[in-house]
């Protein structure tokens, strides 16, 4: 969650009014949900919302490097997120959790994390950290990621 605006607060670099509009918009979405599969919505908003500003910056070039590092630095993208998704294999990874061992019963990663090849025909997998349907960069993964609902891209889904 971003950090509270005060007198103390640094100003927003150039470029943020042009942005602000579809941070909030998130912002506003994340503030729902309680139980472990009513916080799915809010890792697929905050999964879309880190995934906004890396696109913005590393592959659209679109904000200055500046606007990048103030928007990491007032939370409004997980940096240790984008970290991870400029190392090779982990491009398309929903959420930190899905890639601790420490969190599985058997220390490995998420269940999501397994290439749709590698998994029985037809079978329908969801994480039960996030409801990641499949994030796996290997082969096969491109039917699924974080940003995937119930079959449909996120900017399809309304259910969010």
């Known amino acids: 969650m ?4 005060s007198s103390r607060t640094k ?10 509009p579809t941070l909030r918009e998130f912002q506003t979405k994340m503030k729902d949900g309680k139980k472990i599969e009513a916080l799915w ?6 999964h879309q919302r880190s995934r906004y500003v890396y696109e913005l910056y590393y592959k659209r070039e679109a904000i200055s490097k500046e606007l990048y590092e103030y928007l990491l630095k007032q939370g409004y993208a997980d940096a240790n997120l984008i970290a991870k998704w400029k190392k090779a ?7 930190l959790r899905c890639i601790q061992p420490k969190d599985t019963n058997f220390g490995t990663t998420c269940v999501c994390r397994v290439p749709r090849d590698k998994l029985e025909d037809g079978k329908v997998i969801e994480c039960i950290h996030c409801g990641c349907r499949g994030c796996s960069s290997g082969s096969g993964a491109s039917a699924g990621s974080a940003a995937t609902h119930k079959g449909k891209p996120a900017a399809e889904s309304n259910d969010a």
Request: aromatic residues 12%.
């Open 41 to 46: 919505p809010i890792f697929r908003l905050h």
């Open 89 to 95: 294999g982990y491009e398309k990874v929903c959420c």
């Open 11 to 20: 100003r927003a670099p150039e470029g943020f009014d042009d942005i602000e």
């Open 2 to 5: 971003p950090k509270i605006k």
